[in-house]
């Protein structure tokens, strides 16, 4: 991806407060449910207005108004099942353009200077993967040109075009992914990712109405939650952040607080453990009771599942049960996507006479529960702290995995919002980190 420095600029920062504050230049996107109707992207257009009057650069980058997508996806379903990628693109990319277009307006109707771009306009090029591509260049000429002339750049999101000069899209939640690469191709200070909620919290505050909002989270930390389910932000957009070390602010559309900024690790950020909580119900479990403990079993195991496409996220493989000299027999555990459940369980009853006349059980109840910290790394007994916490609840432990900034525990599915919350007492996270170092 391009990312051509800005030309004859100071970086801003320390400012003697009586010289006058520097520009900035700013990339705002805007969600789905902040532009959901006409009052509410005219709320937005004032935002982006009040920023620029400030005297800053405003790019801003939208989504479609909410429920949109959805909508264009249904109708193209009603036609085909499966309907055709590129077509079904160049349907999807409406939404943005007309989100862009209704906000030009806005901003026009309040006598603000500002020009609309689609995703091509824009410079942003991708590979040929229709309704998942990744962005391969991003030349934003147009936009710069916009910017040196005053005006604000509105930029379509979610959409960029192949070499072939087709409109792809770049995956549910896209929009995320354009902001965060149109800033760094920009050379932005800062990106803001506006949207419903006011930040990113300890915990989802509709499990936990203790959870409290994070002023700072390193993108390690967003990362991982991302990936363990926590919906606020698209996970390749964190990624592309942390790469180019993007200060990414995530806030409340309509509201004036705070929010969460995403940026590199700070000190501070080693002295509490636990950034966040997450729970996960979409996986289920298989486990083949008795398979033969010797070399390439797990390999043929989770070979057949890796060529049917199928993911598999924890594997537990017990000590084998040798008795006597005699080969020994395992059991070996793992957990796959709920909707490749059955596929996988089908495999592995096919294959299960080769395995031993292994037992294959499934169990689709389950939930993970994962903890998420870059203070694990030097703190000593916080699985311990999260099994108790489970322990206290009676909650049993079925499956654990570790890495080096998460711990995550499989259990019963109906205990998982109890698990959060005594999860989240047991670390404290209601208060405030300052007084839990
Ligand atoms: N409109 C697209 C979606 O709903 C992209 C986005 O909103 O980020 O997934
Ligand atoms: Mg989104």
């Known amino acids: 991806m391009g990312t051509q420095p800005r030309g004859g600029r100071a970086p801003t920062g320390a400012i003697p407060s009586k010289r006058k504050r520097q520009m900035a230049r700013i990339v705002q996107k805007y969600g789905g449910s902040s532009v959901a109707t006409i009052d509410l992207i005219k709320e937005v257009a004032k935002r982006a207005i009040a920023a620029k009057n400030r005297g800053d650069e405003v790019v801003v980058v939208l989504s479609a108004m909410k429920g949109e997508t959805d909508r264009l996806h249904k109708l193209a379903r009603e036609i085909a099942p499966d309907p055709p990628a590129r077509e079904l693109d160049s349907l999807l990319s409406t939404g943005e353009q007309a989100s862009v277009s209704l906000f030009a307006m806005a901003c026009k109707a309040m006598g603000e200077r500002v020009k609309s771009f689609l995703g091509f306009q824009a410079g942003i090029s991708t590979d040929d993967s229709h309704l998942s591509a990744r962005i391969l260049d991003l030349n934003p000429a147009r936009i710069r040109t916009e910017l040196a002339k005053g005006r604000i750049a509105v930029v379509a999101g979610f959409q960029g075009v192949n070499r072939a000069g087709d409109i792809t899209t770049l995956g549910r939640g896209g929009s995320d992914t354009t902001a965060v690469a149109l800033a760094v191709a920009l050379g932005a200070d800062v990106c803001e990712i506006y949207s419903d909620v006011d930040g990113i919290y300890t915990t989802d505050p509709n499990v936990y109405d203790k959870a409290r909002k994070l002023d700072m989270i390193s993108y390690e930390e967003m990362l991982e939650l991302s990936s363990l389910g926590a919906k606020v932000m698209e996970i390749r957009s964190v990624g592309t952040g942390m790469e180019h070390g993007l200060r990414i602010h995530v806030r409340h559309a309509h509201g004036t607080g705070s929010g969460t900024i995403i940026s590199t690790e700070v000190s501070d950020m080693e002295r509490t453990p636990v950034r966040g909580i997450t729970h996960q119900t979409n996986e289920a479990r298989i486990t083949l009771i008795k398979v033969k403990d010797e070399p390439g079993v797990a390999a043929r195991i989770l070979g057949l599942v890796s060529q049917a496409d199928i993911v598999v996220d924890m594997i537990i493989?017990?000590?084998?049960?040798?008795?006597?000299?005699?080969p020994g027999l395992t059991d070996l555990s793992f957990t796959v996507p709920l909707p490749d459940y059955s596929r996988a369980m089908e495999l592995m009853n096919e294959a299960k006479k080769s395995l031993g006349d292994a037992e294959v059980l499934g169990d689709d109840n389950i939930a993970k529960v994962s903890i998420v910290g870059l203070g694990m790394r030097n703190h000593a007994g916080v699985a311990a702290t999260m099994f108790q916490a489970l322990a206290s609840e009676g909650i049993n432990i079925e499956m654990i995995s570790t890495s080096e900034?998460?711990?995550?525990?499989?259990?019963?599915?109906?205990?998982?919002?109890?698990?959060?919350?005594?999860?989240?007492?047991?670390?404290g996270l209601d208060r405030p980190p300052e007084e839990l170092a």
């Open 317 to 326: 493989q017990n000590r084998s049960r040798a008795e006597g000299g005699e």
């Open 405 to 427: 900034i998460k711990i995550s525990c499989v259990i019963d599915k109906r205990k998982a919002e109890l698990a959060v919350r005594a999860i989240h007492d047991a670390f």
